[in-house]
């Protein structure tokens, strides 16, 4: 099973958007809605910040959002804060096993 | 409060095993399933396996089948992975992840079991 495809980095200014994508295949994210998302900052725990494609765990912030066309997911943090700052990781079962993205770092400027 | 907390940090030769351990607690530990995911010093996350909320089946990833076990005591909330016949590519932090039966998230995550293989 390959890594889920993300971009390496991306960054944005304090209240702008930001858009994470996530590629797999039909096996994975285009096969299930079981989509999810975690926030990762350094030598922290991961946390769940949205699942199936689409939901948010409360206590998230309603600025995060998923949503997946084909075999692409994408998490987007609209106002982007200083706190927002961090490693994004997507996650995608697949029959069996997860598959987990090779993870994004989001810089606010 | 709802919490995982781990073993501590090891260092194993190649060819050793090492176990770690994974303890719940603030929640009703039956149910939910817990997995096991590994990171690789400045790599993204790779799943190595579930057990389930009752201590019985486990799935592992193909990559790492014989050569991973996990297990539960039910009677201490606790989960455990063993990993044999490491190798440097084993060096990783190993966490685990409690995803409530049927889910496919995980919602809780332990901080983690810095593992270290060398000679």
């Known amino acids: 099973q390959s890594a889920l495809t993300q971009p390496r980095s991306v960054s944005g200014s304090p209240g702008q958007s930001v858009t994470i994508s996530c590629t797999g295949t039909?096996?994975?994210?285009?096969?299930?809605?079981?989509v999810s998302w975690y926030q990762q900052n350094p030598d922290r725990a991961p946390k769940l910040i949205i699942y199936?494609?689409?939901e948010r765990p409360s206590g998230v912030p309603d600025r995060f959002s998923g949503s997946k066309s084909g075999n692409t997911a994408s998490l987007t943090i609209s106002g982007l804060q200083a706190e927002d700052e961090g490693d994004y990781y997507c996650?995608?079962?697949?029959?069996?096993?997860?598959?987990f993205g090779i993870g994004t770092k989001v810089t606010v400027l | 409060q709802e919490q995982l907390v781990q073993s501590g940090a090891e260092v194993k030769q190649p060819g050793a095993s090492v176990k770690i351990s994974c303890k719940a607690s603030?929640?009703?530990?039956?149910?939910?399933?817990m997995h096991w995911v590994r990171q690789a010093p400045g790599q993204g996350f790779e799943w190595m396996g579930i057990i389930d909320r009752y201590g019985g089946p486990t799935k592992y990833a193909q990559k790492f089948q014989g050569r991973v076990a996990m297990t539960t005591d039910t009677s201490t909330n606790t989960v455990f992975m063993e990993v044999s016949s490491l190798t440097s590519d084993d060096t990783a932090v190993y966490f685990c992840?409690?995803?409530?039966?049927?889910?496919?998230?995980?919602?809780?995550w332990g901080p983690g079991t810095l593992v270290t293989v060398s000679s």
């Open positions: 996650c995608s079962f697949a029959a069996g096993p997860y598959v």
């Open positions: 603030g929640y009703r530990f039956s149910n939910y399933h």
């Open positions: 039909s096996s994975d994210v285009g096969g299930f809605n079981f």
């Open positions: 199936d494609v689409s």
């Open positions: 992840a409690r995803e409530r039966g049927g889910t496919y998230k995980f919602d809780l």
